[in-house]
């Protein structure tokens, strides 16, 4: 889909459809009132007929309204006029947009930024609204024999910004909207593939893929043989239950100068967790292909960043292995030794996570890291803790956890803050070996990131748990997505601070 900004009145759009909002009770917003008036009072006596109240997600397709250059004008309903929050802003897009698809409108002029929405600017409001049309018309139909896509779908939408002087920050809102949405749609392709297709090296393929279409990438694929030599102890025991070969995916975006310090993103990439030889049950067992969600993360962030090409550095590094039962599966009492030296006793073979995570964060110590950012699906614990709103989000130092959780709020995919103190990390206590890999039945979420942290003590660290943020089950079972907006909104905001301090 094509997305622009245009200043300029209603009346005078020559396009397929004109969209504009209506509050309830049946009043028009600012820029529908002006239409209005053009009309002679055309859409006020719709309303005062009845064929629209303005109720939120209420839609009215209007055709050949008086005094106007376009084809058709869709009322959106917006609910009660009072300052709109974020979700319910993109709600009001989506609907929109589904409704334009549906209707035969193949470009529309989009009034609904003149909306208020509480604290938010109109750049704000460009970029969500080209983030939302691109999740309202995403859909994983690789697999399906007919495709059921629009006869007439929407291919050009315009955004309208007040003024002239809007529009190099709206331009900008676009571009970074559609960075965004491209790094979404990457992250949820791969999340969605099927666990028989989408293993390790499927991974690291689409890791040389990505490198062959992007400037300033370059990937290195690290495997068994490597790793082994590298002594990545916990990565590997994970991978003995596979026949699928674990892979060690490096995407270097080299946008700053050379001796700059990078932030790397590290993503927990199970391309299938059964729970190994502590087996999972059954019921939903399929979801646990979403288990690779962190590394899709990354994949979709690395490739929002070449987009964006911001001037600084980042890493990001995968894990990627399979976690299955087998005669050569890690068994419960297992003792491994890490790559770091820790010797980890193996209490349970479906906290594999953890696991794998370790040897990745130790071997980012050789690209001396600013930050290290870990993402995974990490405990069913968080799901509980924080349902789907909100990822879990631990780390070791204050300031690193602030600026996520600010990206978060920014780019609407919150994170939560919990605590991590040495308290905590007295449940991993092993009679046998340096550590557990499983903190008893308290607080899940918090001993996983307690698990993590001892491997990331030299580092300024943060993990986020995306077990409940990052697909949806049931009817509407899919990827999300998240982190991406939240990772790749923490590095803008690294880009501007440093522009700003070099003013
Ligand atoms: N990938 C799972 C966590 C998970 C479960 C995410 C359900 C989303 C939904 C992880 O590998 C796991 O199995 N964790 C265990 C840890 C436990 C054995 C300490 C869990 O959460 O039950
Ligand atoms: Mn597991
Ligand atoms: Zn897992």
Redesign the pocket.
């Known amino acids: 889909m094509e997305f622009s900004v245009k200043s300029g009145s209603p009346e005078k759009q020559r396009t397929a459809c004109v969209v504009v909002g209506v509050f309830e009770p049946r009043r028009l917003s600012p820029i529908a009132e002006q239409l209005d008036h053009v009309s002679g009072g055309f859409l006020g006596n719709l309303l005062r007929r009845g064929d629209m109240e303005g109720k939120f997600g209420q839609v009215l397709l209007l055709h050949n309204v008086p005094n106007t250059l376009c084809d058709r004008v869709l009322l959106v309903g917006c609910g009660r006029e009072r300052e709109l929050g974020d979700q319910q802003y993109r709600k009001i897009i989506a609907k929109a947009i589904h409704t334009l698809n549906d209707t035969g409108s193949m470009e529309a002029v989009c009034f609904l930024t003149e909306l208020n929405v509480k604290g938010r600017d109109i750049g704000w409001k460009v970029r969500h609204g080209v983030e939302a049309s691109t999740e309202a018309l995403y859909r994983f139909d690789k697999f399906k024999s007919k495709k059921d896509s629009a006869r007439r779908p929407l291919r050009k939408l315009v955004y309208s910004v007040p003024t002239r002087r809007d529009l190099p920050g709206g331009e900008q809102a676009v571009q970074e909207g559609l960075a965004i949405s491209n790094g979404i749609n990457f992250c949820k392709d791969l999340a969605n593939m099927p666990p028989n297709l989408c293993h390790p090296t499927y991974l690291a393929e689409e890791a040389q893929a990505l490198a062959g279409r992007s400037e300033n990438l370059k990937v290195t694929i690290l495997d068994q043989a490597e790793m082994e030599k590298l002594r990545m102890g916990a990565l590997l025991s994970v991978a003995r239950g596979s026949r699928q070969p674990p892979k060690l995916i490096i995407m270097e975006y080299k946008g700053g100068e050379k001796s700059e310090k990078p932030i790397v993103i590290i993503g927990k990439g199970?391309t299938f967790?059964s729970?190994g030889i502590?087996i999972?049950p059954s019921a939903n067992m399929d979801?646990?292909k979403?288990?690779m969600c962190g590394a899709a993360a990354v994949f979709g962030t690395i490739s929002a960043l070449t987009n964006l090409k911001p001037q600084l550095n980042v890493v990001g590094i995968v894990a990627a292995v399979e976690?299955m039962p087998d005669g050569n599966a890690s068994r419960p009492g297992d003792i491994v030794t890490s790559m770091s030296g820790t010797t980890i006793e193996i209490l349970?073979t479906?906290?594999?996570?953890r696991l794998i995570l370790c040897d990745a964060i130790t071997y980012a110590k050789k690209f001396n890291p600013s930050v290290v950012i870990d993402v995974a699906?990490?405990?069913?614990?968080?799901?509980v803790a924080l349902g789907s709103q909100h990822c879990g989000l631990m780390s070791n130092h204050n300031p690193l956890a602030h600026d996520l959780g600010n990206a978060g709020r920014s780019s609407t995919d919150l994170a939560w803050r919990l605590p991590l103190t040495e308290e905590y990390a007295e449940q991993l206590h092993s009679n046998f070996a340096d550590l557990s890999n499983?903190?008893g039945r308290e607080a899940?979420t918090i001993t996983?990131g307690c698990f993590l942290q001892h491997f990331a003590k030299r580092y300024q660290w943060a993990h986020l748990d995306i077990?409940?943020v990052a697909w949806k089950s049931g009817k509407e079972k899919g990827a999300s997505g998240r982190p991406v907006p939240l990772l790749t909104q923490y590095i803008i905001d690294r880009w501007h601070e440093k522009l700003a301090e070099a003013k």
């Open positions: 199970v967790d729970g502590s999972k979801e646990m979403y288990d976690n349970n479906d906290a594999e996570g699906t990490l405990t069913g614990a968080c799901v499983i903190g899940g996983a077990a409940g």
